[in-house]
């Protein structure tokens, strides 16, 4: 694992001399009819934009009040071959060229936060960043701390606060989050949410619910393509002054070349059904936001340079899950009756969907490694390390009467490293776990301890690897609380797939389903977490070719962490790992 660090924090201000266009227009009430429980339509299906900007069609809009461009002449217009949704008449096109910093459409439908969260509300909108982004410096290169870049804001006109959506850097990866902007006295500072891998070519679906407060009762979560990535309780408005939502594309002007960005099926409502941008407005059906109650479970799954578009009708399926981030076509909504309201309890009536179960033919199946700790010592293992002991204990255990109790801390190495792990593999006992063809499922399960530190850096707690990979082609890394697989060690930037939250004090259990191959048109693989098929089968390749010849791989489970911070003193108990060649086979039981 690489141990490159983070880059810097994007600046909390974008800057002043901004010029406000045109004048505020009323919302009709047709437009805020088209839906149950949409309170504003901001779709740009009216087919106009905002009176006063020099480019686009019509002379005025029912929708936003005003564009804000600065830094440079961008260009806005409402287009007709890049659609959400096959029920979109219009997306929006906003193009910055080099050295422009904003092209931002400010909705007409505002609301005042106040200091006891009384005022809710439901946001959504799809962002399709085109193919002229990943030119200059790099994708990566340009989503930084010094390249920002800001699709969506929640915030007044004079000031800059509160939330934004903004991309970022995380090992070298482009990331979005959603985090706060302003002051805030409670010394949380951002307190982001990971909004999951920023992708060219291919439709990023967002939903934001937040009661807005200054001071106590503020909720605020985020949905990307109909996965629960987070909640929070801090205060999530710097000022009671009139908010708005603003859409489009915002960047720091030392972009040099033109990149594009598309909005569509942008709402604010009472629900998740009602501002669900997955689905055309015009739709019968309902849609039951995934339980906020229930742990987040997983990020969007969309890989860099994905090219699919979805454009078809929306059809009935089932609640939102993760599988929903691996669509390309058909849109789904849920048959349920059951409907959100603005109420985070309400939403929590509708419980996470179970992971499929395995078909009668595929179970119960076999193991061909086990590792779950019940001969009462390591000897399942070729290796155990650390510089601080690896022990088994009896308790907490998630299956059977014994579990490892692995700990790491500041300054203790092992291998010129904090690490504290099990190993099987070629290398240290002439086994390989997993050899090129093979596909098999990989079962693991880990307990943080409550005072389990929170990594701003790298920290992984399983590794897929040979005995020369050096950093390997899948691991299961850990970092700002967040699970996610990374794959491919030798490409940049580093693929990167976001599994779900960290729960400490609490059972965390992981499948991998994978098919070993160095050929990315072969080799794939698919993730379970907390009983949820949380990744839907991605292609990638999950061995290497060293002088052209496949690496086999060995499985390596507990802590191992980056030196360079100081983190404290960790402890993580390894319990239930299993390889097999059924899900059945790996599973554990249901707590």
């Known amino acids: 694992m690489s141990s490159r660090k983070r880059s810097?924090?994007?600046?909390?201000?974008?800057?002043?001399?901004?010029?406000?266009?045109?004048?505020?227009?009323?919302?009709?009430?047709?437009?805020?009819?088209?839906?149950t429980g949409v309170t504003w339509d901001g779709s740009f299906d009216d087919g106009g934009v905002p009176a006063g900007t020099i480019t686009g069609g019509g002379t005025g809009s029912s929708q936003y009040s005003k564009i804000q461009q600065w830094g440079g002449a961008g260009t806005s217009s409402l287009v007709t071959d890049r659609r959400r949704t096959?029920?979109?008449?219009?997306?929006l096109k906003a193009v910055l060229p080099a050295g422009a910093a904003r092209e931002q459409w400010i909705s007409d439908r505002t609301w005042t936060p106040d200091a006891t969260g009384s005022v809710e509300s439901w946001s959504g909108f799809s962002l399709y960043l085109d193919e002229d982004w990943d030119q200059g410096k790099g994708l990566a290169a340009e989503v930084n701390g010094s390249s920002w870049f800001i699709p969506a804001e929640w915030r007044s006109t004079g000031k800059d606060g509160s939330l934004s959506l903004t991309g970022t850097s995380v090992e070298g990866e482009p990331r979005l989050e959603l985090r706060r902007r302003g002051a805030f006295a409670d010394?949380?500072?951002?307190?982001?949410?990971?909004?999951?891998?920023?992708?060219?070519?291919?439709?990023?679906?967002?939903?934001?619910?937040?009661?807005?407060?200054?001071?106590?009762?503020?909720?605020?979560?985020?949905w990307r393509d109909g996965v629960l990535l987070g909640r929070?309780?801090?205060?999530?408005?710097?000022?009671?002054?009139?908010?708005?939502?603003?859409?489009?594309?915002a960047q720091a002007t030392s972009i040099t070349h033109t990149r594009t960005t598309f909005v569509?099926?942008?709402?604010?409502?009472?629900?998740?059904?009602?501002?669900?941008?997955?689905?055309?407005?015009?739709?019968?059906?309902?849609?039951?936001?995934?339980?906020?109650s229930s742990s987040p479970t997983a990020a969007a799954t969309a890989t860099p340079k994905a090219t699919a578009t979805a454009t078809s009708t929306a059809t009935a399926s089932s609640t939102p899950t993760a599988a929903a981030a691996a669509k390309s076509a058909a849109t789904p909504v849920a048959t349920s009756t059951a409907t959100a309201t603005s109420s985070p309890a309400a939403t929590a009536t509708t419980a996470p969907p179970a992971a499929p179960a395995p078909t009668a033919s595929s179970a119960p199946g076999s193991l061909s490694f086990l590792g779950d700790a019940e001969t009462g010592n390591t000897s399942q293992w070729c290796d155990a390390h650390s510089a601080v002991g690896l022990t088994t204990v009896t308790s907490?255990?998630?299956?059977?009467?014994?579990?490892?109790?692995?700990?790491?801390?500041?300054?203790?190495?092992?291998?010129?490293?904090?690490?504290?792990?099990?190993?099987?593999?070629?290398s240290l006992c002439g086994k390989d776990t997993y050899t090129v063809g093979e596909e098999n499922f990989t079962a693991l399960?880990?307990?943080?301890?409550?005072?389990?530190?929170?990594?701003?850096?790298?920290s992984l707690v399983a590794q897929f690897k040979g005995p020369h990979t050096g950093t390997p082609p899948l691991q299961i890394s850990l970092i700002n609380d967040t699970w996610a697989v990374l794959g491919s060690g030798r490409v940049s930037p580093r693929p990167r797939w976001t599994v779900g939250a960290l729960e400490r004090g609490a059972w965390n259990d992981f499948v991998i389903h994978a098919k070993w191959s160095p050929d990315p048109k072969v080799g794939w693989f698919a993730v379970y977490y907390q009983g949820q098929l949380v990744v839907p089968k991605t292609s990638t390749a999950t061995m290497y070719l060293d002088?052209?010849?496949?690496?086999?791989?060995?499985?390596?489970?507990?802590?191992?962490?980056?030196?360079?911070?100081?983190?404290?003193?960790?402890?993580?108990?390894?319990?239930?790992?299993?390889?097999?060649s059924t899900l059945a086979a790996v599973t554990p039981p249901k707590l």
């Open 8 to 35: 810097s924090r994007l600046p909390v201000a974008l800057g002043l001399g901004v010029a406000l266009l045109a004048s505020p227009v009323v919302l009709p009430s047709s437009a805020s009819g088209a839906d």
């Open 86 to 91: 096959a029920g979109s008449t219009h997306a």
């Open 187 to 222: 010394g949380l500072g951002n307190d982001k949410i990971d909004a999951g891998p920023l992708v060219t070519g291919s439709w990023m679906d967002f939903v934001v619910h937040v009661r807005w407060s200054t001071a106590g009762g503020a909720v605020r979560e985020l």
């Open 232 to 249: 929070k309780t801090s205060s999530n408005a710097s000022s009671t002054a009139a908010h708005a939502l603003w859409v489009g594309p």
């Open 264 to 292: 569509d099926n942008v709402r604010m409502g009472s629900s998740y059904a009602a501002v669900d941008p997955a689905r055309d407005r015009a739709a019968s059906t309902t849609v039951t936001a995934p339980s906020p």
């Open 396 to 426: 907490p255990v998630r299956d059977g009467r014994y579990a490892y109790r692995t700990e790491v801390r500041d300054g203790a190495q092992v291998y010129g490293t904090e690490r504290s792990e099990l190993a099987n593999g070629p």
């Open 445 to 458: 399960s880990v307990r943080p301890a409550a005072d389990f530190p929170k990594y701003s850096h790298w």
């Open 547 to 580: 002088d052209g010849v496949p690496t086999p791989l060995f499985l390596s489970v507990g802590q191992y962490r980056d030196t360079a911070p100081t983190s404290g003193t960790a402890v993580l108990h390894v319990d239930a790992v299993k390889v097999g």
